[in-house]
C-alpha cells in the first residue's frame, strides 16, 4: 500500500501519514476498533490517539464513542425499516429486543396428560363432596342448637 505523505512533524522527523477523516467515521460506525482505524491507515494505535486529540480536540474514546452511537442509531432505524416493510423475522426479534416478548417456555406449553386430567377430576370431585359433607354437618349443628335441651336426669 503506497502512501501519501503531506507534512512533516518537524524538518528531520517523518512526514505525517494524511489521515482520511470521512473513512475514520465511517469505520468508527460501523464498530471497529481504534486499532483497526489504525492498521487501515498504517500508522500505530498511539499516534493515530495522539492525532485525534490534536486535530479534533477530544481523546480518542469520547471521539469514538460519538461515531459508534451514530452507528448503532443507524442500525436500530435500518432494522426497524425492515420490520414495518413487513419482514416478519425482524418483526419478531425487535419484539423480543425491545418488548421484552419472548417464546413460551416448555414449562409453559405443557399440557397435561390424559392421567393427570382424570386425577385432578378426581381431586375435584372428593373435593365437591367434602363440601356437601361440611354443608350437612353445618346444618346438623344449627338445627340441634336452636332445639332446648332437655332435662336429664340423675
Known amino acids: 500500500m503506497h502512501k501519501k505523505y503531506v507534512k512533516r512533524r518537524k524538518e528531520d ?3 505525517l501519514i494524511p489521515i482520511d477523516w470521512p473513512m475514520v467515521d465511517e469505520m468508527l460506525r460501523h464498530q471497529c476498533t481504534g486499532v483497526e482505524v489504525a492498521a487501515r491507515l498504517g500508522m500505530h494505535p498511539e499516534t493515530f490517539y495522539n492525532r485525534i486529540e490534536k486535530e479534533r480536540g ?3 474514546t469520547e471521539y469514538a464513542q460519538e461515531k459508534r452511537s451514530q452507528g448503532v442509531t443507524l442500525l436500530r432505524e435500518k432494522q426497524l425499516e425492515v420490520a414495518m416493510s413487513g419482514d416478519k423475522t425482524m418483526l419478531i426479534w425487535l419484539g423480543k ?4 416478548q419472548r417464546e413460551p417456555t416448555e414449562k409453559q406449553q405443557a399440557e397435561f396428560t390424559t ?3 382424570a386425577l385432578i377430576k378426581s381431586i375435584f370431585a372428593q373435593i365437591a363432596q367434602l363440601q356437601h359433607a361440611n354443608a350437612l354437618i353445618t346444618k346438623a349443628q344449627m338445627g340441634s342448637a336452636g332445639d332446648p335441651e332437655e332435662p336429664k336426669s340423675k
Open 13 to 15: 522527523g517523518r512526514p
Open 58 to 60: 477530544i481523546g480518542f
Open 97 to 100: 429486543q425491545y418488548v421484552n
Open 115 to 117: 392421567e393427570q386430567v
